[in-house]
């Protein structure tokens, strides 16, 4: 089998299981290894040869996206090697290969408090800026899905989310009612038509907005950080980890809504412990 044999094959295989999020970023990506390998048998190519692409292409790359290359390689290989039933090494298991292109460990982000996000947004005076503070940090939006989100999407407590990360067609969004009634009213207000964009901002604009709140508190504060409070504050108050996952946070994977969650300290620990079983 030659390599751009397998690429026809592994692309069919990602058509019908990958979401589209996930095609995209392997498209271009296969294409290149088609261009240097293509008429290549798959046995052939060797962990040297799969070096030296990988640094070829990702040499003024950061660190993650090498990383990430280097597991997408990785992930076509073992596709065609058992589907295949080729009777070879992943050429991509070398640890040579492995500590070239080894991810970057992010140290933990600080998990915001109730009484510093409830501070953040009681400090934005403009009601478009604390909507879009609230319909992150209390609902689990992700910041460019209400940067997307247009007056039609919006019905009652619900926001339907178009084309989400997830790779379906929709998903829906809730809201607590007090949220619900003044982006109802911020709507009639500014007089916005069904088919515009509620908040019609670039990230940038946001970003800075959230950053100079936090500047004001003396915290560092991303907007992505209202979102993984959303889900640490309901994780803490009792509310079931499906429902965290599957509602707020819409993740399609519980590891996932995890990684969100944190670490929790011995003295919250014990104060759980004590409301389970009594002191």
């Known amino acids: 089998m030659t390599v751009r044999e397998a690429i026809e094959l592994f692309k069919r295989h990602q058509t019908n299981?990958?979401?589209k999020?996930?095609?995209?970023?392997?498209g271009k990506f296969l294409d290149k290894i088609q261009e240097r390998f293509s008429e290549w048998e798959v046995v052939s190519v060797s962990s040297e040869d799969i070096g030296k692409f990988l640094e070829?292409?990702?040499a003024t790359l950061n660190r993650s996206t090498r990383h990430l290359r280097y597991a997408q390689v990785?992930?076509?290989f073992?596709?065609?090697?058992?589907?295949?039933?080729l009777n070879v090494k992943n050429p991509c298991n070398a640890g040579i290969l492995f500590k070239a292109f080894k991810n970057v460990y992010h140290r933990p982000r600080k998990i915001l408090d109730k009484e510093t996000v409830d501070e953040i947004i009681f400090n934005s005076r403009n009601v478009r800026d604390r909507l879009i503070l609230e319909l992150q940090a209390r609902c689990g939006l992700r910041i460019g899905e209400v940067l997307n989100l247009r007056v039609s999407d919006v019905s009652g407590r619900k926001l339907m989310i178009q084309e989400p990360k997830s790779g379906r067609d929709a998903e829906v969004a809730f809201m607590p009612e007090h949220i619900a009634n003044r982006l109802t009213e911020y709507i009639s207000s500014k007089?916005?038509?069904?088919?515009?964009r509620v908040f019609p901002l670039c990230y940038t604009a946001v970003r800075n907005i959230v950053t100079g709140l936090g500047k004001k508190l003396n915290v560092k504060i991303s907007p992505h950080?209202?979102?993984r409070h959303s889900a640490t504050y309901a994780s803490r108050n009792g509310v079931p980890l499906e429902i965290i996952s599957k509602v707020i946070l819409r993740h399609q994977d519980l590891k996932t809504?995890?990684?969100y969650l944190g670490k929790i300290s011995d003295t919250e620990a014990i104060r759980w412990m004590d409301i389970l079983h009594g002191r």
Not at 78 to 85: K, L, V
Not at 191 to 196: E, R, T, V
């Open 17 to 19: 299981t990958v979401k």
């Open 21 to 26: 999020s996930t095609l995209k970023s392997y």
């Open 56 to 58: 070829d292409c990702t």
């Open 74 to 76: 990785k992930a076509f």
């Open 78 to 85: 073992n596709y065609i090697i058992e589907t295949a039933h």
């Open 191 to 196: 007089q916005i038509s069904p088919d515009n």
């Open 225 to 227: 950080d209202l979102r």
């Open 257 to 259: 809504t995890q990684i």
